[in-house]
């Protein structure tokens, strides 16, 4: 059976979405969102996190489709933009308690 290498755009997009994941800040802002959605300073107050800090991540994590936000008046509500990405850190949650038990 020929080999069918990976398309290298996606193969970059990929790569930047576990780039994403590798960040210990945005994956509590990611368990956060997959519990509850949240404001900015929601989120903050929950992290005891600076909210530039906060906002920050949240727009890298926009920018790759891995929250969304509704707008009610002038606040903005974040919650995790589907479930694929909260299934793979679930998986990689899994994965780590069960390696290191």
């Given at each position: 059976m020929?080999?069918?290498p990976?398309?290298?755009a ?29 404001s ?10 600076k ?18 936000y509704?707008?009610v ?12 990405v ?16």
């Amino acid at each position: 059976m020929p080999y069918n290498p990976i398309d290298p755009a996606l193969l970059e997009n990929v790569s930047q979405i576990f780039k994403a994941l590798s960040d210990p800040t945005r994956l509590k802002i990611l368990h956060l969102l997959s519990e509850q959605e949240c404001s900015v300073s929601e989120i903050t107050k929950h992290l005891d996190m600076k909210q530039s800090t906060i906002s920050h991540q949240l727009k890298y994590l926009k920018q790759l489709h891995l929250v969304k936000y509704r707008r009610v008046k002038t606040m903005y509500y974040y919650s995790p933009d589907d479930d694929h990405v909260m299934s793979l850190l679930e998986q990689a949650m899994k994965h780590t308690k069960h390696t290191i038990s």
